[in-house]
């Protein structure tokens, strides 16, 4: 049983498209969290939500506590924007992660 | 400000060995939490320390133990090491300041790479 579910698995977009990624998850949270993680392992926090949106230049991060679902969007992407997005949420103790959207911009 | 340092960035052991990695958060951040990401399993939750006391454990087994030092360094020890444990081990700090409910954004170091022959 996963307590994270993300959408899609993986993502190509052309250079300027809008992107959106999908993160369900099925108990009550503190907090959701969207991860961001290049080729070679280093991970830096997006965003850190536990009500309603976010804006932090080209990303937006939104939260429906009531449906357990966030998005992510991406606007006008671009090739720096290839990597894998995780979403991870924070439940009492825990920390539950999803298994994360590959995403590919192609200029 | 210096992020959160992770030594040693590669290491190789065998199996049986015991391995210790090391973890220095960002200055002015008291609570350190591990993770331990695979292929096959992705990222998952170790243990999660503040002020020098262990607050959450993952569903690990007792080979994996950790501990943070006064100055909220934080070692992790892995003993009797198996091949599933080859993985990225990511350190994590965050200013959360106490309690269960209260979070804070996390702030990841670049990882230690483990592998186990």
């Known amino acids: 049983k996963n307590e994270v579910e993300q959408s899609p698995q993986n993502l190509t977009a052309q250079e300027g498209e809008f992107i959106t990624i999908n993160c369900s998850y099925s108990?009550?949270?503190?907090?959701l969290h969207w991860l961001q993680q290049h080729p070679g392992g280093g991970i830096v926090s997006l965003f850190m939500l536990s009500s309603g949106k976010k804006k932090h230049g080209r990303l937006i991060a939104t939260i429906n506590i009531q449906e357990k679902h966030s998005s992510l969007h991406i606007t006008a992407s671009h090739p720096r924007d290839s990597a894998v997005y995780i979403c991870?949420?924070?439940?009492?103790?825990?920390?539950?992660f999803g298994t994360g959207t590959s995403l590919t911009v192609i200029p | 400000k210096a992020g959160v340092t992770q030594t040693p960035r590669y290491l190789i052991k065998t199996r049986g060995q015991q391995v210790t990695l090391s973890c220095s958060p960002i200055s002015g951040h008291r609570s350190v939490s591990w993770y331990q990401q695979t292929p096959g399993q992705g990222l998952q939750f170790l243990f999660e320390?503040?002020?020098?006391?262990?607050?959450n454990k993952g569903n690990f087994p007792g080979r994996f133990s950790g501990r943070q030092f006064s100055n909220s360094r934080s070692e992790m020890n892995v003993s009797t090491l198996e091949l599933g444990d080859s993985a990225l081990y990511l350190c994590?700090?965050?200013?959360?300041?106490?309690?269960?409910?209260?979070?804070?954004?996390?702030?990841f170091g670049e990882g230690s790479r483990l592998t186990v022959l």
């Open positions: 994590a700090s965050s200013p959360r300041t106490s309690g269960v409910s209260d979070t804070g954004e996390l702030f």
């Open positions: 320390y503040f002020s020098e006391t262990q607050r």
């Open positions: 108990v009550g949270i503190s907090a």
């Open positions: 991870a949420v924070r439940f009492g103790n825990q920390f539950y």
